[in-house]
């Protein structure tokens, strides 16, 4: 008991380690409860008809992306599964790069661009963009990511405004985010379908507007993330996160058990 007393701080150190370490190179599929935000943004992308069209609004900046990139991907390897076309655009300049990580998972499962998937990139602008977007998605990006004329596309054919897409899926860190969809976007066109992802601090925010009914899904965070990846059967970072999370969770524990329970045994010892 006196050896587990004065244990080296940096064992301790190492057990944590590994046990962070392990479930991020092999998630371990600890049991998660799904909650009914996750559930509900599942069951809309889940119940629409293969071929939908999604507008997927990746509004993340770098702060806020281990949080939120992990729900934008697990929620496309949903929106594959499903064979659903897919609008990109972002608000948000420091978007771009998840934008176009989320554009190269579809592209890599055999997606054609212009006809299944469309990048249009980032636009100034925040609130008033969004506003302009709600009503004409060409005209406020009349180019893609590379500059090609959006009209081109075969995906944007016959598209005018939010009301000719299926469903709207935005991904928030900050501000534009949830709150100027909801007073731009689904406020003016109440009928759009619309569910978001949002950093874990947000959440709590958001969760009226999903009791009214103006938001359909959402998710919290990286946990929402691995909520989602496991309705879907695919294990991916939010997974192997909330594993590891948990695990040292777990670890941390028993050495204050064990810690505690020396003590009171070395102590019991000394009075014998």
Avoid at 45 to 69: I, K, Q, R
Avoid at 137 to 152: C, E, K, L
């Amino acid at each position: 008991m006196k050896a587990l007393l004065n244990i080296d701080r940096r064992v301790i150190y190492i057990i944590l380690f590994i046990a962070l370490t392990i479930p991020m190179i092999n998630p371990l599929g600890i049991p998660l409860k799904v909650g009914m935000t996750t559930q509900a943004m599942y069951d809309l992308t889940e119940n629409l008809p293969n071929g939908s069209l999604v507008l997927l609004s990746a509004d993340v900046s770098p702060t806020g992306a281990p949080d939120v990139v992990p729900c934008m991907i697990a929620v496309m390897n949903h929106i594959i599964k499903k064979q659903h076309k897919v609008i990109i655009v972002t608000f948000w300049e420091q978007g771009v790069p998840y934008a176009t990580q989320v554009m190269q998972m579809a592209l890599d499962a055999g997606y054609v661009y212009g006809t299944d998937i469309v990048n249009l990139g980032y636009v100034a602008g925040a609130e008033s963009a969004i506003q302009s977007m709600a009503a004409d998605i060409v005209g406020t990006f009349p180019v893609d990511y590379q500059g090609r004329r959006s009209a081109d596309f075969p995906i944007l054919q016959g598209v005018k405004g939010v009301t000719d897409v299926d469903i709207i899926l935005e991904f928030a860190t900050g501000d534009p985010g949830f709150n100027a969809y909801l007073r731009q976007v689904i406020e003016p066109y109440p009928t759009v379908q619309y569910a978001v992802a949002v950093v874990t601090v947000s959440f709590p925010g958001l969760m009226p507007y999903f009791a009214s009914g103006q938001v359909k899904g959402a998710l919290q965070g990286l946990r929402g993330a691995a909520e989602y990846e496991i309705l879907n059967g695919i294990p991916g970072d939010g997974a192997a996160r909330m594993d590891a999370q948990s695990l040292g969770h777990v670890v941390i524990i028993a050495f204050i058990i064990l810690g505690n329970l020396a003590y009171f045994v070395s102590k019991a010892q000394e009075k014998k």
